[in-house]
Structures are given as C-alpha cells and as structure tokens.
C-alpha cells in the first residue's frame, strides 16, 4: 500500500463581484438580512456564454497541476464533483478533459453528485485508488456555476442569495512517505430528508417519491400513458418549479449535529484530538453554522479557515476553494493536521484528515 498525499492544490473564482446591494435590487432583500443570517457579504457569478462549471474546473486544475509539477497530460485519472454540470449528461469530467487538451491520453473520468460535500467524496475515491496502486496522478475537481440555475424573484431569496460560482482542484499524487498525506476519510449519508434540500426539476421522476413532500404537489405531467414532457412540464416553468429548493432551518440544525459528529469520528481513529488540528476547512455552507462548529469543537479563530464572506457557498468548489486560499496564505506548513468536512444535500456528509 502507497500513501496519498496534495501534490497542489489551485482554485478559480470568475471576475465578476455581485454584492448583496445588487441583489437587493432585483429582490426583495437587504445586506443587513444577508450578513446577519450568513455572514455573505458578496460572491461571484461567472460569465455566461464564456464561462461554464467545466471551464471553471480546468482553470483550477491547470494551477494545480502546475504546483504539484506535472503537465495536465500526466493525470492518470479524473474526478469531477459537481452539482450544476453544463449538461445533464456528458458529465464534467469529460468536458473538462477536453477542455484541458489531453483527450489523447485516454484517461478514465468519473462525476459524482454529492453536493456540498462532493469534493471530499472525490478526493476519498482518488486516495482508494492511489493507495492501492492502481494511479498516480489523479485530479479532484470541485466547481460550480450556480448563478445559471437560481430564482432571482423574491420567491427564490432564501436560497439565491447564499450560493456563488468557483471551482477549486487538488493533484492526489503518490507518496512514499507514510507519515505523511491523506490520514483519513469518512463518509456518510442518510437520503431519508432528501426533499429537505433539492434541485427536483427537471428530473425523470415522474412524481414518483410523492410519499416524501411535505405537501403533495401537482407537477403538471401530462397522464401516465402519455410519453414525452417528462423531464420539464410547462407547469414547472410557468410556476418556478425548476430551482432549488431548501428548508434552512431544517438543514442548520443538522449541518450542527453531523459537521462536528464525522470531525470527532476521524480523529478518534487516528487516535487524535480536537487540538491536534492545524486548520479546519469547513464547508462554506454558513458563517453561523461555521462558528458553532468551531465553539463546538473548542477551536480558535486561528485553526478555522472562512471566506463565505467573499464568495458566499460554493457547493462542491467551497472545500478545495477555501483549503487552496488557506494555503496561499501561508496558514498550511508542512507537518500541520488539516481537517476537511463538509455536510450538504442529500444529505451526505464526511470529512478528511490531512498530515500536511
Ligand atoms: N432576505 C430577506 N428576508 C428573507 C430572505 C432574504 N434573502 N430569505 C428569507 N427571508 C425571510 C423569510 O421569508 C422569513 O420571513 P417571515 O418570517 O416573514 O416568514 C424570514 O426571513 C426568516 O426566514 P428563515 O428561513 O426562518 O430564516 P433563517 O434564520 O433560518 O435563515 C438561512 C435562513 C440563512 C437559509 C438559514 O436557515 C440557513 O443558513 N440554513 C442552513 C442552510 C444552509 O446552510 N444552506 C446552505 C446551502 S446547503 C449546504 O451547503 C449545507
């Protein structure tokens, strides 16, 4: 068995700063609500028709190919997190491969749907398969272009002003060092609330998971015998079914429970404690939830990596985006314990265990 280790690490945020002031003017929202409530102050939205997840994701990755010293040829294999992919099928894995010229090389890449804990999913798969030989290089992708999918009505506020674009990579790369890299990961889900916080339409659902709304709801399918409309009815598009869907206090109260849960879970088995970490990457899901994570586990400010504040949640990219920003910062030395977590939709959750 080898170890896995970050060869580099690298992240893209698009130019483009939309503040909670320019959301006030299409939707009824202040920045003092935004601030208050999650700590957002801006974020950023790609642009469309240039940028997509996908080119987002190669640009991240082309920096962390370049700091882990390996051209983006020499990537055994590839793995995309993602939960606003450019098309419904081909995934991003592939897209982003073209994107990036090294189609030649053949090599195999996997998306995944985790959501916000995506890129620890991700980077698990690529430890498993560096571990046991099978690759050497293998990139970890996590982007997000959310701000070609959200409601900006008033209708929509609760979850639009939350979310921003980006993307964030990590080279996973072979290590003959033992006491050093990937220590850990941990992984869990439970799909038993996975209405509670969902992008529902369009989907080949039919209404199938009734049963499990709160309400039961009418999505204007046309009747059973009937083919065709069924990803996207003219209801869903005339009532704004198509966007994201959310019950934040639902998901606070158990992001609280299950963000500090898989944290303590990882560190038992490598028989450390909560004073053993360096830096704590949380998901960028909520300042509010962050800081609870942090009083909870009895951390300083110091061992807790934020910037929701800069780029509000970027789903999948907001792990490797805020670990990258960490770095960069020269907050991440070589020896350090760093934890990775994250808990979102689905809902699924994990963490990691970095020897840095
Ligand atoms: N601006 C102004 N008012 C708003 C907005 C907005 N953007 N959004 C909702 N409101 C209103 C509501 O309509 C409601 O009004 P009412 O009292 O008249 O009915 C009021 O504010 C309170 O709404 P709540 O939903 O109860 O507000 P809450 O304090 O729970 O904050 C929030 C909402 C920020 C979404 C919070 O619940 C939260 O962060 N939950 C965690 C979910 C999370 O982190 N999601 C991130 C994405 S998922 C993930 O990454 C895990």
Same mark, same amino acid.
């Given at each position: 068995?080898?170890?896995?280790?970050?060869?580099?690490?690298?992240?893209?945020?698009?130019?483009?700063?939309?503040?909670?002031?320019?959301?006030?003017?299409?939707?009824?929202?202040?920045?003092?609500?935004?601030?208050?409530?999650?700590?957002?102050?801006?974020?950023?939205?790609?642009?469309?028709?240039?940028? %997509?997840? *996908?080119?987002? @994701? $190669?640009?991240?990755? &082309?920096?962390? +190919?370049?700091?882990?010293?390996?051209?983006? /040829?020499?990537?055994?294999?590839?793995?995309?997190?993602?939960?606003?992919?450019?098309?419904?099928?081909?995934?991003?894995?592939?897209?982003?491969?073209?994107?990036?010229?090294? %189609?030649? *090389?053949?090599? @195999? $890449?996997?998306?995944? &749907?985790?959501? +916000?804990?995506?890129?620890?999913?991700?980077? /698990?798969?690529?430890?498993?398969?560096?571990?046991?030989?099978?690759?050497?290089?293998?990139?970890?992708?996590?982007?997000?272009?959310?701000?070609?999918?959200?409601?900006?009505? %008033?209708?929509?506020?609760?979850?639009?002003?939350?979310?921003?674009?980006?993307?964030?990579?990590?080279?996973?790369?072979? /290590?003959?060092?033992?006491?050093?890299?990937?220590?850990?990961?941990?992984?869990?889900?439970?799909?038993?609330?996975?209405?509670?916080?969902?992008?529902?339409?369009?989907?080949?659902?039919?209404?199938?998971?009734?049963?499990?709304?709160?309400?039961?709801?009418?999505?204007?399918?046309?009747?059973?015998?009937?083919?065709?409309?069924?990803?996207?009815?003219?209801?869903?598009?005339?009532?704004?079914?198509?966007?994201?869907?959310?019950?934040?206090?639902?998901?606070?109260?158990?992001?609280?429970?299950?963000?500090?849960?898989?944290?303590?879970?990882?560190?038992?088995?490598?028989?450390?404690?909560?004073?053993?970490?360096?830096?704590?990457?949380?998901?960028?899901?909520?300042?509010?939830?962050?800081?609870?994570?942090?009083?909870?586990?009895?951390?300083?400010?110091?061992?807790?990596?934020?910037?929701?504040?800069?780029?509000?949640?970027?789903?999948?990219?907001?792990?490797?985006?805020?670990?990258?920003?960490?770095?960069?910062?020269?907050?991440?030395?070589?020896?350090?314990?760093?934890?990775?977590?994250?808990?979102?939709?689905?809902?699924?959750?994990?963490?990691?265990?970095?020897?840095?």
């Amino acid at each position: 068995m080898y170890r896995s280790k970050i060869a580099g690490i690298g992240y893209y945020v698009p130019e483009r700063v939309v503040t909670n002031d320019d959301l006030s003017k299409v939707m009824d929202t202040t920045d003092e609500w935004i601030q208050e409530r999650t700590g957002i102050r801006e974020r950023r939205y790609g642009q469309k028709h240039h940028e %997509t997840t *996908s080119s987002m @994701g $190669a640009k991240a990755a &082309r920096i962390a +190919c370049e700091r882990a010293g390996i051209e983006p /040829s020499e990537i055994d294999f590839i793995i995309f997190a993602t939960l606003s992919p450019d098309y419904y099928f081909p995934g991003c894995g592939v897209l982003m491969q073209r994107e990036l010229g090294i %189609t030649e *090389s053949e090599a @195999g $890449a996997l998306d995944i &749907r985790n959501q +916000c804990s995506g890129f620890i999913y991700a980077l /698990s798969i690529a430890d498993q398969f560096v571990k046991c030989g099978t690759y050497k290089n293998v990139l970890v992708v996590g982007a997000e272009m959310h701000s070609m999918g959200l409601d900006f009505s %008033t209708r929509g506020r609760n979850v639009t002003v939350i979310f921003g674009d980006g993307a964030g990579a990590a080279v996973i790369q072979r /290590s003959e060092n033992e006491s050093r890299g990937i220590l850990t990961t941990k992984l869990h889900a439970d799909g038993t609330y996975a209405e509670k916080l969902a992008f529902i339409n369009p989907g080949a659902h039919g209404g199938y998971h009734m049963d499990h709304l709160d309400e039961k709801v009418d999505y204007g399918y046309p009747p059973a015998d009937t083919y065709g409309e069924i990803f996207i009815t003219p209801k869903m598009m005339e009532e704004g079914m198509t966007y994201p869907n959310m019950e934040g206090q639902f998901v606070f109260k158990l992001a609280v429970t299950k963000f500090p849960e898989v944290i303590r879970e990882a560190l038992q088995e490598q028989g450390l404690q909560t004073s053993d970490i360096s830096m704590l990457i949380p998901h960028q899901a909520n300042l509010r939830i962050s800081q609870m994570i942090q009083r909870q586990l009895g951390l300083k400010d110091d061992q807790v990596w934020n910037n929701i504040q800069k780029f509000g949640n970027t789903t999948a990219a907001s792990v490797p985006i805020a670990l990258c920003e960490a770095w960069e910062a020269g907050k991440i030395k070589e020896g350090d314990l760093v934890c990775l977590a994250a808990f979102g939709s689905g809902f699924t959750w994990a963490s990691a265990l970095i020897r840095w």
